[in-house]
């Protein structure tokens, strides 16, 4: 999550659900777990995903605990909260086909077909979302101001941020066989340091623009934050890869959250969050998006429940799940705080 003046916005990157994920504890962190409890459920925290109801997969928000259901298949990939109002992005299907759009409470409004959104900001009253459109076979990143869309030069926008009536995404583009991490302020393109990864959340506070996500340094991928084009590593586990999927800025500090390759654990991932550089972990499989407010971390993702994926939310290192449980597949890939 990324919170900046008077815009929440959230950025998720989509990754593959692995089976046997457990909830086995690694890192410096023990926290506690807290399931369903209406003690810890806060109704200003807001998180978007979807469950599975061993049909299909369906959009949905949860408020504190609290379960919206938008459609009967499609995902939501982002979500921003702007004046108690609860917006969320991603798709539907209708026949055959995923149609993109974006929700303002439960009433969806469609963007162009052939075409993936990954992420949602509101900025002066306007929705922002970004992805990308297909132009035959071609992958074009984007942004679309309501349902207009800005094309922008490379391969796919994974996150966007709305500052000064500016829309900054961040994504990558192709060159060669690899995958190099950007950002775009409008459409001009600052590419960041670091070959075969991607920027998958973005940030702008004052007039800096921090974006987070990977690199491969020729041995595994490397979580990283950059300020500006500058790079900072962030340490996942001993041995392979890990994943910054989000960012966040509050008080001058930087927030990521992702997850980190860990071989005791039953799924071989741990959620985690780093305050600065520093780490922490969190009970679970993956961690999707951080927002902070009022001094106090907010992440979101997923963890393991016997053979099913529960949706969840922590409050510093507080587990709290979210209805979706006793399906096969659940995820909560953004947060925000009204």
């Known amino acids: 999550m990324k919170k900046t003046a008077g815009v929440i916005i959230i950025a998720i990157l989509t990754c593959a659900m692995l089976p046997q994920c457990g909830s086995k504890r690694a890192g ?25 109801d061993g049909v299909s997969n369906n ?48 009433a969806r409004t469609d963007l162009d077909k052939d075409a993936f959104v990954n992420s949602i900001a509101v900025a002066d009253g306007l929705v922002y979302t970004a992805g990308y459109r297909m132009d035959g076979g071609r992958t074009i990143p984007c942004y679309w101001t309501g349902t207009e869309h800005t094309d922008l030069p490379g391969t796919e926008a994974m996150a966007l941020a709305v500052a000064g009536g500016t829309a900054y995404t961040a994504g990558y583009y192709h060159s060669g066989d690899a995958d190099i991490p950007c950002f775009w302020t409008g459409t001009r393109r600052t590419v960041l340091a670091g070959s075969k990864g991607r920027a998958n959340s973005i940030a702008v506070s004052g007039n800096t623009v921090y974006t987070a996500g990977y690199y491969n ?42 997850y980190y390759y860990n071989n005791s654990s039953e799924c071989g991932w741990t959620p985690c969050y780093w ?62 705080v009204k």
């Open 28 to 52: 410096p962190t023990a926290p506690a777990i807290v399931q369903n409890t209406a003690a810890v459920a806060d109704s200003r925290i807001c998180t978007g995903g979807f469950y599975f």
């Open 59 to 106: 959009p949905c928000f949860w408020e504190g605990t609290a379960r919206t259901v938008l459609s009967e298949n499609g995902v939501i990939n982002g979500i921003a909260v702007s004046g108690g109002v609860v917006y969320t992005a991603g798709y539907y299907r209708s026949g055959d086909e995923n149609i993109p759009c974006y929700w303002t409470g439960a």
């Open 217 to 258: 340094n020729g041995n595994r991928n490397v979580p990283c934050y950059w300020i500006g084009a500058v790079r900072t590593d962030l340490a996942g586990g001993a041995a392979g890869d890990a994943y910054a999927e989000s960012i966040a800025v509050s008080g001058g500090v930087v927030y990521t959250a992702g």
């Open 275 to 336: 305050t600065g550089s520093v780490r922490t972990d969190l009970d679970g499989a993956k961690a999707r998006s951080i927002a902070v407010s009022g001094g106090t971390v907010y992440t979101s993702g997923y963890c393991r429940n016997d053979f099913s994926y529960v949706p969840c939310y922590w409050t510093g290192t507080v587990r709290t799940d979210l209805d979706g449980y006793g399906f096969v597949l659940a995820d909560a890939r953004g947060v925000a």
